[in-house]
């Protein structure tokens, strides 16, 4: 049975909860604000299977990529938190009878993980959101899918794409897992008392909220919130939330030190803002955003090369420096 003795030992992954064959794992909310894995003991039939999904006790060796990149798009650069490459690797998976998971903004402003089998769906999912995003059912969801001959591709933190592989057990040719190149998660309770507060500070209903607007520039980017008469415009550094985040006070305690870090998520491919494109690719280095793609297996390698991105492969060891 799954016990949580040290919190810094658990992602909140959600493998756990969907392997128990008789359900007596649910997640619960702790008071600083993250979700952790609690057994009914009276329902566990002790077969041990929620120990044998959970990627915290079976750790893969960090591997690095085998191609790295700095690409971006020109359709869809423009509304996105970088380069624009989520997007068209999303539009491949659909137009081949697919589905995408990923994270999405509800309208009660709460992130979660839904999936889309059309780009309208995809829409919702674009943008970087700075919270651990509820996965409910998403990991058996895509265990049925992919029982059902379906493409998928997933997306999510390296700790999401570790647990879901675990609670596959098997690699896949359906499955593209993405992971991003992660700063760490703060948790939904702390994320909703914050809606709480702005909505309060503004007097006003909050419709949307972007962590990354990027309309002044990419590299100096606005907190923005939304309602139905105006919109507020902070500069990130200005803003608690991300000034928190960013400062690395505000993440969950298994994120400090994080085993999932550089391949060691098992991911196809890893995203990320090439921050430092002006030493590896000046000559895309216009403040309007660049991807950093990590291509890590065979299987990222060949869909990265059907999509037709602006595409330039880069020093790894330069490119992912700060």
């Not at 309208?107 to 089998?117: F, I």
């Amino acid at each position: 049975m799954i016990t949580i003795s040290d919190k810094s030992l658990c992602c909140g992954c959600t493998a756990c909860m969907n392997a128990c064959p008789a359900q007596c794992i649910v997640m619960r909310r702790d008071r600083e604000g993250f979700d952790y894995p609690v057994a009914n003991p009276d329902l566990c039939i002790s077969c041990g299977r929620c120990e044998d999904v959970c990627p915290m006790l079976h750790k893969a060796d960090p591997a690095g990529p085998l191609t790295t990149l700095a690409a971006r798009d020109a359709e869809f650069v423009g509304g996105s938190s970088s380069g624009g490459v989520f997007p068209v690797l999303a539009g491949k998976i659909i137009d081949e009878g697919g589905l995408v998971y990923g994270a999405v903004m509800n309208p009660d402003l709460t992130v979660s993980h839904t999936d889309a089998g059309d780009m309208q769906g995809i829409e919702r999912m674009r943008g970087s959101k700075y919270v651990q995003s509820e996965l409910y059912a998403s990991f058996e969801d895509v265990k049925y899918e992919l029982g059902e001959g379906r493409k998928v591709m997933f997306t999510g933190t390296p700790c999401q794409i570790a647990g879901l592989k675990s609670y596959i057990g098997r690699d896949d040719a359906n499955l593209l897992l993405v992971d991003c190149a992660c700063h760490g998660v703060p948790g939904p309770g702390l994320w909703e008392k914050y809606v709480k507060a702005l909505s309060e500070k503004y007097g006003m209903a909050i419709k949307d909220i972007r962590f990354r607007g990027k309309d002044k520039s990419w590299r100096r980017y606005d907190f923005v919130v939304n309602g139905a008469e105006r919109s507020i415009v902070t500069p990130h550094q200005k803003d608690p939330y991300m000034l928190l985040f960013l400062q690395d006070m505000t993440l969950r305690p298994s994120c400090y030190q994080c085993p999932f870090r550089k391949g060691g998520s098992g991911s196809d491919l890893t995203l990320a803002d090439l921050w430092n494109v002006g030493e590896v690719a000046p000559e895309m280095d216009d403040d309007r955003g660049v991807s950093l793609i990590l291509v890590n297996t065979l299987n990222g390698k060949e869909t990265i090369s059907k999509l037709g991105l602006t595409a330039l492969e880069v020093d790894s060891d330069i490119a992912m420096r700060r």
